[in-house]
């Protein structure tokens, strides 16, 4: 009986040993697949572990490009500044001189006409001398002078006014350096995931990060000359004395 | 005696754009690159009037005004905002801060002229 009772067990491993068997013939094929998947996958990963660490090595040099860029850009404006500031006040010297000049034929129109009255007759040399001189003619010049004069200074502050599109574009060279920064450090975060190689060295990186500016930047600054923007300021603090644009520019103009 | 402005940006280009329009009608001009700078200039300056920008690195323009309003001292001194931020709400907290002008950049150097001659002519 016990004979009988241990067959049955015998018989019932034996079973489960075929099942087992049969199970195996069905999973070595996709075994075998697994590993010709890994046989093909590893070198992918690897190149693309290699590229993600070729990327990265590269972003240091874009960013430090970027910073180039902001650093020249600074450079000219300041320049070009300088001359801006050194023509206005070559202008501010030439409007002087020639409010001078105003006063001078004004002066000499006085002196004319009182001389004129002292030596009623002259016959005719009076009209003569006066003519000679042209006070008026010379009078008109300096006055169309002083017209050419407003226009430059007008000129050179709309210039003033365009170069600063120099900071707006500076805040998004920042905004654009702080995403490859981030960029950077995803991808060595990434490649450290990835293999054993430990991630790219960053602190070059971080080094050119701290010659920006310090990272304070308006992602969204644009360069718009709208007066929009600034209407809207000025009613927001409502001082009680909300001035247009074109009103500045014609207390200015006097 | 001249005037005395403080500029706080941290932009060089600004504060030499606010430096040069300022200085030829006869302001002098304190720049500061940062809130920071700003703060430790001027218990030592007598300064008339403030401009600054909001975005700065260590202390920026808001706490910067919200410092020199909270300061019995300096709450009556004239602030000047010069920013690129220019939506409702930004414009809303710098008044809110206590600012009492706000200029959007890009700015025309003879509405700085302007409104700093309203505080101090």
Known sequence: MENHSNMDQVFEKLGELKSFFVFGQKVVPVIQSIIDFMRDVVPLMEYVNNSIQESASKIPKAASQINSVTNATEMATSEILDIVDAMSMDLSKIKNELADLKNGFFNQRVALESYGNQHPNLNGQFEALQSGLSIDELETKVVSLEEIVKKIEGDSNNITLSLQVQDITSQQLASVNHLIQSVQKRLSKLMNDLSKKGPVDVSELEQEDENTRSATFNPDARYEKSPDKQELANELFNTGQKTSQDEIDKLFAK | ?121
């Open chain 2, 1 to 121: 005696m001249k005037r005395v402005i403080l500029v706080a940006d941290d932009s060089p280009t600004i504060r030499k754009f606010v430096s040069v329009a300022l200085t030829v009608k006869g302001y002098e001009i304190i720049s500061c690159s940062d809130g920071m700078e700003a703060l430790e200039k001027i218990p030592n300056n007598k300064i008339d009037l403030v401009i600054t920008d909001l975005n700065m690195p260590n202390v920026d323009g808001f706490q910067l005004i919200s410092t020199i309003r909270g300061n019995d001292e300096l709450r009556e001194l004239p602030i000047i905002v010069l920013s690129s931020l220019g939506s409702t709400e930004d414009i809303q907290r710098g008044l809110e801060c206590g600012a009492n002008s706000y200029l959007i950049k890009p700015f025309d150097p003879k509405r700085v002229i302007y409104e700093v001659s309203k505080y101090l002519n």
